[in-house]
C-alpha cells in the first residue's frame, strides 16, 4: 500500500519564485483565471440530495442521516453476497488534465477510485476506520479522455461502510448529456405476479429506470429487470428509461402484459381451505416422539406428508417406502389398515403425499436413467397407496450447483435439470389435482439472496440457493413452499440485517422475501419472482424435542398477524401485506402430540 510523500523543500521554492515573476510580469489575474477552472466537478458528493446522480449496484446504497461527516446525509454501503456495495458516478473531465478525488469515510473496508481516466486507473481504501476519516487520490486524463468514474465500495461479507463530502477537484469538461430513449421493450416471463422486461442497452447510460403504470417501480444496471408484487389477471404497462450523472432519458414507449390467473397454470390441491395446516408422518421410521397411527391423526391436519421415501442408493433415483417394522414401531397398523386410513382422510378432504428425501435420504439425480427410475418408483409408491401427490423434502447434498451454473432462470447442473423433469413428467402423468409441496432449508432458498452456489469466482458452498431454480421453474405447478425456519443459521434479510431463529422477526424476514421476491446474489438482473401467497406455508418445529428453532405459540401468532394483518411486526417493515398465506407447516404430526397437541391447537384457535 502506497503512503502519503512529504512535499519536497525545493519545488515548493520554485513555486514561490514562478508567482513573484507572474506577479512582476501583471499575469496575476490570468492565473487566478486559470486556477479558477479547478473546482469540485462531483455531482451530489455531499449526498443531500439522496442518492441522485449515483448508481449503486444491487440497490446497495441508502441516504442516512446519521453518521454523518457534514450536512445532513451520508451514503450508507451495505455489501451482501458477491455485491460489494459500489456506488458510482461518471463526471465529465478534460483530457490531460490532473484531477484529485477525496472522500470521508467509516465503517468496514472502504475503497476510493476512479476509472475510465485513459492512464492508470487509481484507487485508495482502509480496511478499518471507526470514526470519519479521509482518503485521497490523483490521476491524470489521458488525451482523448472526456468522462471518468468516480466511485466508492465497501468488501465482500464485510459491514457496511459509509462515504461522505467525495470532491473530484480539477477542470470541468463539457456538460454531460442525458442518454438516449431505450428501444426495443418487451416482456419475456409472465406470471400471475410478475413480467419479466428487456431492452437494447443505451451508449452512455449508466442505468435504467422501469416504471409501471407511470409511476417508478425499480433501478437496475443492466438491459433486463423483473417486475413483482403483481395482482392475477390484471394488464399493467410497463416503459423503461435511460438514466446517467447528466439525467434521464424521456420514457420509451409502452408494453402491455396481463398476468396469468391466480391458479398459476396448474398447481394442484385448489380445494384446500383457505388456510391449511400443513404435518409430516413419521411412518416409516420411529423416534423418541413414538409412532402416530394414520387413523389417529387428528382433523385438524389438512395436508399429511408421509416420512420418507428413500433411495436405494445416493445416485439410483429407484425410491423406496415402507411402513415402520413391528420390531421398532410395535403400534404400527397393517398395509391394509394404513390404505384404508388414507383413503378416509381423502373422503373428509385431506391431502396424503409421499415426502421423498429428509435428513438421512440424499437422492441425487445425476442421470437420466437416476431421473427415469425416480419418475418409475415414485410413481409405483403413488399409485399403490393412492396418494394425492409429492413433497420434496431434499437436505444435505441432494442439490448442489456446478461452477459456471450462475443463472437460477436457466440452470445447467444435471442434479437441478433432472429434478425439474422428472417432476414436471409426474404433474403431466397425474394431472391438474396433482399437489406438489417442497420443504427446502433456509440454506437453500433465502441465502440464496446473497450467495448463489459457487459463484462467479468459485469457493462458496456450492449448495447455497440450489433450490431457488428448482422452485423458479416449477412455481406454476406449485402448491405449497414451506421452507424449514430452523435447523438454520442467521439469515440476511430484504433489510440488510441478520436474522436469526426461534421468534417471530425470523419467520416475517423469512416470509417476506418469499412474498416480495428477491436479486439473486445481489444482482438485480437475476431476480427470483414473489410467489403467490397461497403458495406459502411457514415451517415450524412442533416442540423444543423436534428441531432447533423452536417457536413459541405467542411469537407464531404474532409472525401470522405482522405478514397477514401488519401488526406486531416489530422492527422489520415487510413490503406488503398478505391474508391469503396458506398457513403453517410443521415436523411434525408425531412431535405435537408428544407436546400435547400445543401447535395444531395454536393453529386451530388462531386461524378458528
Not at 512582476?24 to 492565473?31: K, M, T
Not at 462531483?42 to 457534514?70: D, I, K
Not at 409430516?280 to 408421509?306: C, E, K, Q
Request: glycine fraction near 12%.
Amino acid at each position: 500500500m502506497e503512503r502519503t510523500r512529504r512535499p519536497a523543500l525545493y519545488p515548493r521554492l520554485v513555486a514561490a519564485l514562478a508567482a513573484a515573476v507572474l506577479t512582476a510580469g501583471g499575469l496575476v489575474a490570468a492565473a487566478q483565471t486559470a486556477r479558477a477552472a479547478d473546482a469540485d466537478i462531483a455531482r451530489n458528493g455531499g449526498f443531500e440530495s439522496g442518492l441522485t446522480g449515483w448508481s449503486c449496484t444491487a440497490g446497495s446504497g441508502a441516504v442516512v442521516t446519521t453518521p454523518v461527516h457534514g450536512g445532513s446525509g451520508a451514503l450508507k454501503g451495505t455489501p451482501a453476497g458477491s455485491d460489494n456495495a459500489k456506488c458510482s458516478q461518471t463526471v465529465a473531465v478534460q483530457p490531460d488534465s490532473a484531477y484529485t478525488l477525496s472522500s470521508w469515510v467509516r465503517g468496514g473496508y472502504v475503497y476510493l477510485g476512479a476509472s475510465g481516466t485513459g492512464t492508470t486507473d487509481v484507487s485508495t481504501w482502509t480496511q478499518s476506520a471507526s470514526d470519519w476519516q479521509k482518503l485521497t487520490t490523483s490521476f491524470r486524463t489521458g488525451s482523448n479522455t472526456t468522462s471518468v468514474t468516480v466511485y466508492t465500495h465497501g468488501w465482500y461479507g464485510t459491514p457496511a461502510y459509509y462515504a461522505d463530502d467525495l470532491t473530484l477537484v480539477g477542470p470541468g469538461g463539457a456538460p454531460a448529456q442525458p442518454p438516449a430513449v431505450p428501444t426495443g421493450l418487451k416482456t419475456g416471463t409472465v406470471t400471475s405476479t410478475s413480467v419479466a422486461l428487456s431492452w437494447a442497452p443505451v451508449t452512455g447510460a449508466t442505468g435504467y429506470t422501469v416504471y409501471r403504470g407511470g409511476a417508478r417501480a425499480l433501478d437496475v444496471s443492466g438491459t433486463s429487470a423483473t417486475v413483482t408484487g403483481l395482482s392475477p389477471s390484471t394488464a399493467y404497462g410497463f416503459q423503461v428509461a435511460a438514466t446517467n450523472a447528466a439525467g434521464a432519458s424521456a420514457l420509451s414507449p409502452a408494453v402491455t402484459a396481463t398476468t396469468s390467473a391466480s391458479g398459476g397454470g396448474g398447481g394442484g390441491g385448489a380445494d384446500l381451505p383457505a388456510h391449511a395446516l400443513v404435518g409430516y408422518l413419521h411412518s416409516s421410521f420411529a423416534n423418541g416422539s413414538g409412532y402416530t397411527r394414520m387413523a389417529d391423526v387428528p382433523a385438524s391436519w389438512d395436508v399429511i406428508n408421509l416420512a420418507f421415501g428413500e433411495p436405494t442408493s445416493v445416485t439410483s433415483g429407484d425410491i423406496r417406502f415402507s411402513l415402520c417394522p413391528v420390531a421398532e414401531c410395535p403400534n404400527v397398523e397393517s398395509a391394509a389398515e394404513f390404505k384404508a386410513a388414507i383413503k378416509a382422510k381423502q373422503a373428509a378432504g385431506k391431502k396424503v403425499l409421499i415426502s421423498i428425501g429428509g435428513a438421512n435420504g440424499q437422492v441425487q439425480l445425476s442421470t437420466t436413467g437416476a431421473r427415469d427410475a425416480f419418475v418409475s418408483s415414485v410413481s409405483k409408491i403413488i399409485d399403490e397407496y393412492g396418494l394425492d401427490g409429492l413433497d420434496i423434502d431434499f437436505e444435505g447434498h441432494s442439490l448442489s450447483l456446478n461452477t459456471g451454473d450462475t443463472d437460477f432462470r436457466n440452470p445447467t447442473t444435471p442434479v437441478v435439470v433432472n429434478l425439474i423433469s422428472a417432476i414436471k413428467t409426474l404433474k403431466a402423468k397425474y394431472g391438474a389435482d396433482f399437489v406438489l409441496t417442497m420443504a427446502p432449508e433456509t440454506f437453500f432458498v433465502q441465502l440464496g439472496y446473497q450467495f448463489y452456489g459457487s459463484g462467479p469466482w468459485g469457493g462458496q458452498d456450492p449448495r447455497a440457493g440450489s433450490y431457488l431454480p428448482v422452485i423458479h421453474a416449477l412455481r406454476d405447478d406449485l402448491t405449497l413452499l414451506h421452507v424449514q425456519d430452523y435447523n438454520s443459521g442467521p439469515i440476511m434479510g430484504l433489510d440488510n440485517q441478520y436474522h436469526s431463529m426461534g421468534g417471530a422477526d425470523f419467520h416475517i424476514a423469512m416470509t417476506d422475501m418469499l412474498l416480495t421476491g428477491f436479486p439473486v446474489a445481489g444482482d438485480t438482473t437475476k431476480v427470483f419472482p414473489a410467489l403467490r401467497p397461497e403458495q406459502v406455508a411457514i415451517g415450524l418445529p412442533a416442540s423444543t424435542q423436534a428441531g432447533n428453532g423452536h417457536t413459541s405459540p405467542a411469537e407464531v401468532n404474532k409472525a401470522l398477524n405482522c405478514l397477514t394483518k401488519k401488526t406486531d411486526c416489530g422492527s422489520y417493515q415487510t413490503h406488503g401485506t398478505w391474508p391469503a398465506l396458506r398457513g403453517l407447516m410443521t415436523w411434525s404430526i408425531n412431535w405435537d402430540r408428544f407436546n400435547q397437541w400445543e401447535f395444531s391447537k395454536n393453529f386451530d384457535a388462531y386461524f378458528g
